[in-house]
């Protein structure tokens, strides 16, 4: 079993440091290769995403990504910019469906923003389409304006686009997915005002019928979405939805488990090969400083496991290892509250060590 190791920017290299760790107390036989992405990368080859780097996450079963990113690049032209190393990572692997799973643990029903009761035993899995959609549609730039209210103005524009095929194999994966939980899809789509989402819809609406009668299926608008995330969260079993919606749902969704330092995600292609990275950025403003949750990357670890690598028993020691460490009251500052005990990114790592023992 062959991991990439690209930690990346920011918090990146301290939180992969702690789930590396507790990989290797599970005594299990990887080769682990680590390679520079992201802003690290450019300024030590000049390119976010280095072709070595590239042909090292090509050829491993999986990539444990840490974060990419930091105010000092934003002046870099776009392409040449850390974030382009997710993207490219994306399209050269295929990676086009994203978990994101948002579960509220019992001990940190506290932490989060909403009331314990709108919360507790919450568990939403949101799968996003991750490689079309308008991050990725062409045509795409700046020009002068030809037309509008304001012809002749300087515009920027990108598009929107989706494939049948594409929300297809998408479709597929929510509902295989629903089908080992609890038999339950929401589809979010903008079908309303998009013609891109009128045909998600319609494109959900066929495979569900031709191919997955045993689920139950309903549609909402992102808007709407948006709103009964925080509303009434635990309605809501396996979320679908296209590449933009997704990315700004999850990170709501993310919040209500009562910190964003708590959210691992897998990025799969349709060989189960996988990229695992938590669902937060880099965080230069406290990079260094030994107090950002690694959580979200250790639990990113045990996806990886299930997900790419066949060992469904080592995810499960590393998910029970950090619920006994939550249960003894061990806090990274961002989830810490009154009568537990703060600890730091390290001291965290090595409790998760120690439980998975």
């Known amino acids: 079993m062959k991991i990439a190791i690209l930690p990346g920017d920011g918090i990146g290299t301290e939180i992969v440091a702690e789930a590396v760790k507790v990989l290797k107390a599970l005594d299990l036989k990887f080769e682990l290769e680590e390679a520079k992405v992201g802003g690290a990368a450019y300024d030590a080859h000049g390119h976010p995403l280095p072709e070595a780097t590239l042909k090292l996450a090509k050829e491993s079963d999986a990539i444990l990504f ?106 597929r994966v929510a509902f295989e997915a629903a089908r080992k939980r609890g038999k339950r899809v929401t589809s979010v789509d903008k079908a309303n005002v998009l ?45 679908v939805t296209g590449n933009m919606f997704g990315d700004i749902l999850s990170d709501e969704a993310s919040m209500l488990t009562g910190s964003i330092g708590m959210l691992p995600s897998a990025s799969l292609n349709d060989k189960k090969q996988g990229l695992y990275e938590p669902s937060h950025g880099s965080a230069p403003d406290i990079a260094g400083k030994g107090v950002a949750n690694p959580l979200a990357t250790i639990l990113s670890a045990a996806m990886m496991l299930r997900f790419s690598l066949n060992q469904p028993e080592a995810a499960d020691r590393i998910e029970a290892a950090v619920k006994k460490v939550l249960a ?30």
């Open 66 to 171: 840490g974060a990419v990113g930091d105010w000092k690049y934003d002046k870099l032209d776009r392409p040449l910019r850390p974030e382009q190393a997710s993207l490219g990572l994306r399209k050269h692997l295929g990676l086009f469906a994203n978990f994101r799973p948002a579960i509220c643990y019992e001990q940190l029903t506290h932490a989060s923003s909403l009331k314990p009761e709108l919360v507790a035993g919450l568990d939403i899995l949101i799968i996003r389409e991750l490689t079309g959609d308008i991050y990725f549609g062409q045509p795409r730039g700046r020009r002068v304006s030809p037309d509008g209210h304001f012809p002749g103005a300087e515009e920027a524009f990108d598009t929107m686009r989706y494939t049948r095929p594409e929300i297809e194999r998408i479709a």
């Open 195 to 239: 013609e891109t989402f009128q045909l998600w819809k319609d494109v959900v609406t066929e495979v569900h019928a031709k191919e997955y009668a045993d689920i139950a299926l309903d549609h909402m608008y992102v808007d709407n979405a948006a709103m009964q995330l925080v509303k009434e969260p635990k309605r809501f079993d396996v979320v």
């Open 328 to 357: 003894q009251g061990l806090r990274t500052p961002d989830i810490y509250s009154e009568g537990t005990t703060k600890v730091g990114t390290r001291e965290m790592g090595d409790a998760v060590v120690k439980a998975v023992g």
